[in-house]
Each structure stands twice: as structure tokens, then as C-alpha cells.
């Protein structure tokens, strides 16, 4: 398990913070990578449509700062000169790396040929890519469900394409889109995968633990992980996997770190947002990273209900020191069952609107 090369780009370590509508923006990819272990981040996928016809929420969607580099941009869409147009924009910012969404399950999406549409259209996956390819510079990569639906497992066969297609790392979330996020990852189609091609693949679904995280890796070979929802719960797994491979105790924040994370990141949001987005981004966050702990849920009802900046500075105070008092925090407490937040298809109404191409 060592760091892996996207053609000339180190992936040191070998861990990816996942794409997440809505989640992986400006901010949070710092406030993660700040945690240290990250070896890329990626944007949240933004519709190719609302790139090329200058929607400005498109083009915020790629913002990136230094210290994010690797950086990779992911783009979304069904039509092969859109998608070409997109990555060649991708390419003019700056991005390390172009990566393509061939996974969200999001029904507006793939009605217009995009996301895990393309799963059931490897001709027009494969014409996309060629488009792609001739259009930019930088690598392309691809981030892969299993497949449309059980009947129609085609992984394994759309990654040897794709490899053909000058693909340089393919990324493969063991679910198929009819699964959505039920059930759990099948890293034994990953495995076929990484056996499939010569080019690094990484793998991804559920790990929201080292032990997890490990044993996955074993099992499947694959040259990389990708951790989504696990790093809105604990934003040092990436940190606490880079010390197990290296053989150290994995780093363990105490309760003002914690603390400290969650400030940071309201601090990051009202730097960069109007105050009601900030709050709403604090509430996606703060639900997430308290989910399982003692008082948590409780936790998550004052904010909920929390309207200023203020009143959520004043409940974070609170609840950290009613935790400190009865010294519960704890992260064992955290279950996979917790990991229910919507996918892709909880992004925003604009983003809606552009992924349709009105
Ligand atoms: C809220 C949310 C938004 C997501 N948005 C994207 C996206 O924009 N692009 C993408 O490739 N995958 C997206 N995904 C899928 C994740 O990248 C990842 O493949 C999936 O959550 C499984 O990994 P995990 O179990 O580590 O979370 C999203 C997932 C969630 C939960």
C-alpha cells in the first residue's frame, strides 16, 4: 500500500476525499485536507451544461486553492462536445487532474444521458471520453458505479474500455445505480476491476473506519481509497489511515480539537457565504460529525433550530461542555447505520436546472 501515480501526479498518500454534491465544496475540501493524509480532493460534480452556458454557480464549482493541489474537477453530462468543452475549462483553471461522473444516480441526470446513464450507453460513455481526450491536456480519469442495475453489472468491461479510451485511473463505488446507497459496497466486483486493468484503480464504498478501510484494501488490491461520507463523521480518518500504514498509533483529536474543527469550518463558511448558507452548511456538518455520540441527536435538534450565528457559536459551546462534563465523547460510538445522508440527488434546485439544460 504506497502512494500511486496519475501518469506524472503523485497520489502520496493513497487516499481521495470523494466527490460529494453539496459537500466537498471550496470549504470543506480545506478544512479536510488541513487534517492532513489527503492525496486528492475533487470538486463536487458541476454540470458540463451550466459550465459551457456560463452559469456562474458552475464556474464557482471549480474554484480551488493551492493548498488543495492535487486537485482534481469533475464534470457531469451526456453530450460529447459539452463535455469536451467542459474539461477543456477545467484544464484553463488550473485542475490537476479531469475526472468524469459516471455514477450519480440522480434521475434528472440520467434522463439526460449523464452520471450512471452512461453505464447503459458505453458508446456514448466511449465517445465522450474520445472527446475529452482530444480536447485536453491533463489526465482523465473516470468515477464508476458497478453498474445500471444487478441484471446489468458492466463495470469490469466499461474500465477495460475506458482504459483503451486513454483513461490514466479509474475510480469504482461498488454499488450499482438501482442500489443508490442501500446494502453494503461489493468490493469483490472492485477486485475484478483492479485484476481487469493496467492502470491504478481505487475503491470505494462504506469505509467509515480503519479496520474497514484495511481489510477492503487487502482484499480487493486496489491502489487506492476513496472516503466520502466517513470524512464528514471523523475528518482525521484520512490522517488516522495515513498513520496505520505507516505503522504508527493512529492520531486521536481530543475534545477542543473537536471543537475547534467544527469553529474552523463555520468560520471558513461565513468567510465565503451568506450567513443563512453558512448556517445550513454548519447543520449538514455538525449532523454528520455528532451522529452516534452521546447527547448528539439533541445536539442536532438545537441546531436545527439555531437561526443565527450567534445562537449556533452559544450551542456548540454548550453541548462541547455538557460532553467534557459526563466525558462521553467518543467515536466508537459511531455506526455505519448513521451514514444516511442522501446522495447526489440531494443537490440544489439550480444545479437541477443546469444538469436538465434549461
Ligand atoms: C451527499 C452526497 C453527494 C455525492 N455527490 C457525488 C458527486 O458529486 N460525484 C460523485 O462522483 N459521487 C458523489 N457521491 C458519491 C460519493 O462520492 C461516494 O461514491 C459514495 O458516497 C460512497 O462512498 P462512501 O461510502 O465513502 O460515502 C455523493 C455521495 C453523497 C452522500
Not at 42 to 67: A, Y
Not at 283 to 297: D, E, H, I, N, W
Amino acid at each position: 500500500m504506497k502512494p500511486f501515480f496519475v501518469r506524472d501526479i503523485a497520489i502520496d498518500p493513497p487516499l481521495i476525499l470523494s466527490p460529494m454534491a453539496g459537500v466537498t465544496d471550496y470549504v470543506f475540501r480545506r478544512l479536510i485536507k488541513r487534517r492532513g493524509g489527503v492525496g486528492l480532493v475533487v470538486s463536487e460534480f458541476i454540470s458540463v451544461e451550466g459550465l459551457t452556458r456560463g452559469n456562474p454557480k458552475s464556474k464557482r464549482q471549480m474554484r480551488f486553492d493551492e493548498e488543495e493541489r492535487p486537485f482534481a474537477v469533475q464534470i457531469f453530462g451526456g453530450r460529447p462536445e459539452r463535455m469536451a468543452m467542459g474539461a477543456e475549462m477545467a484544464e484553463e483553471v488550473g485542475a490537476d487532474i479531469l475526472d468524469v461522473n459516471c455514477g450519480c444516480p440522480a434521475p434528472k441526470v440520467v434522463k439526460n444521458g449523464g452520471g450512471s446513464g452512461l453505464l447503459r450507453e458505453p458508446d456514448r460513455l466511449e465517445e465522450i471520453l474520445k472527446a475529452i481526450k482530444r480536447a485536453i491536456s491533463i489526465p482523465l480519469t473516470l468515477k464508476l458505479r458497478t453498474g445500471y442495475s444487478d441484471s446489468s453489472i458492466n463495470v469490469v468491461d466499461v474500465a477495460k474500455m475506458a482504459e483503451q479510451c486513454g483513461v490514466e485511473h479509474i475510480q469504482v463505488h461498488g454499488r450499482t445505480r438501482e442500489q443508490g446507497y442501500k446494502g453494503l459496497a461489493n468490493w469483490e466486483l472492485i477486485r475484478q476491476v483492479k485484476e481487469a486493468v493496467s492502470i491504478p484503480v481505487s475503491g470505494n464504498g462504506d469505509i467509515t473506519s480503519i479496520e474497514y478501510g484495511m481489510e477492503k484494501w487487502r482484499e480487493s488490491g486496489v491502489n487506492g481509497i476513496l472516503i466520502g461520507r466517513g470524512a464528514m463523521q471523523n475528518p482525521w480518518i484520512f490522517r488516522q489511515f495515513e498513520d496505520v500504514l505507516a505503522g504508527r498509533e493512529p492520531y486521536r483529536p481530543d475534545l477542543a480539537e473537536k471543537k475547534a474543527v467544527l469553529l474552523e469550518f463555520f468560520e471558513m463558511c461565513l468567510g465565503e457565504m451568506p450567513e443563512i448558507v453558512a448556517l445550513g452548511k454548519m447543520k449538514q456538518l455538525a449532523g454528520q460529525f455528532t451522529k452516534g455520540l452521546p447527547g448528539g441527536a439533541a445536539f442536532r435538534q438545537t441546531l436545527y433550530h439555531s437561526h443565527s450565528e450567534q445562537e449556533i457559536l452559544d450551542n456548540i459551546s454548550t453541548y462541547f461542555e455538557s460532553i467534557e462534563k459526563r466525558n462521553l465523547f467518543d467515536d466508537s460510538c459511531v455506526k455505519d447505520s448513521d451514514l444516511e445522508i442522501t446522495s447526489c440527488e440531494a443537490f440544489s434546485s439550480e444545479t437541477r436546472s443546469e444538469a436538465v439544460g434549461v
